[in-house]
């Protein structure tokens, strides 16, 4: 449903790194991957290119057939993704709880409770709780969203593992009962195995391992 052909990437920098040469890969949806990789091989690059928020420097990425510059990137970002970012990108001055219902209005509270969060954590401000509990408020918000692809960049970063596993087998069955796309970007192994397929991504090229 998510394919990536012939992408490569250069950030306009003074490095004029390329991060990417020729990659092509298709994501199915029903599925959850995983994507490992050393530190600055490309992985939050190749997210932010899969939501939308950057343009490939030549290639395409497509959704179901459609490249993204046809469908229109706002359009795209809108109804087709959601992203958890490295940093949570939450809104700091709201609570979990109405920074989950900006992007649901009908958004439960139970989203925020299966996750761990107490009743009334899900009404502070976020200032106020840990960074293990925003991260979890971030993964929330993505849960409700809706959107047929979700990426997560080292979703559980911040967490026990406990807690992290948890998430995991979370994501895994939300990919396969509501039928998304779901690819998770994570520095631990032991997540990584979790994932219906295993991506590794080393200079510039997805390696499929399982
Ligand atoms: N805005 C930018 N301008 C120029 N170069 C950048 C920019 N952002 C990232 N890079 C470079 O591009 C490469 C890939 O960065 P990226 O953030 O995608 O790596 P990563 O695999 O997510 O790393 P990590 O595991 O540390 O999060 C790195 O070498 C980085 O220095
Ligand atoms: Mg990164």
């Known amino acids: 449903m998510l394919t990536i ?34 530190s600055g091989t490309g992985k ?3 997210l932010s290119l899969l939501a939308g928020l950057d343009k490939p420097s030549s290639g395409q990425v497509l959704i179901d057939g459609k490249d993204l510059t046809d469908i ?3 359009y795209y970002r809108r109804h087709h ?9 939450l809104l700091d001055y709201l609570t979990p709880l109405e920074n989950i219902r900006l992007v649901n209005k009908k958004a ?15 009404n502070r401000n976020i200032l106020q709780l840990s960074g293990g509990q925003q991260q979890r408020v971030a993964i929330a918000r993505s849960l409700v969203s809706g959107a047929p692809v979700m990426l997560l960049d080292e979703p559980t970063g911040n ?3 406990e807690i992290a596993i948890d998430i995991v087998r979370n994501l895994k069955t939300i990919a396969h009962q ?5 690819i998770m970007v994570t520095h631990s ?19 499929q391992f399982s």
């Open 72 to 74: 229109g990137y706002p």
């Open 5 to 38: 052909k012939n992408l490569s990437y250069t950030y306009d920098s003074i490095s004029q790194q390329e991060v990417f040469k020729d990659l092509n890969y298709q994501f199915e949806k029903g599925t959850f991957y995983s994507i490992v990789g050393h």
């Open 178 to 182: 509501e039928d998304k796309c779901v």
């Open 189 to 207: 192994k032991a997540l990584a195995q979790m994932a219906d397929i295993q991506l590794a991504l080393e200079k510039g090229q997805l390696r």
């Open 81 to 89: 993704v959601s992203l958890v970012f490295q940093n949570y990108n």
């Open 108 to 122: 439960a509270p139970d989203v925020l409770l299966d996750l761990g969060l107490s009743k009334e954590q899900i």
């Open 44 to 46: 939050t690059t190749l």
């Open 159 to 161: 967490l026990d593992e």
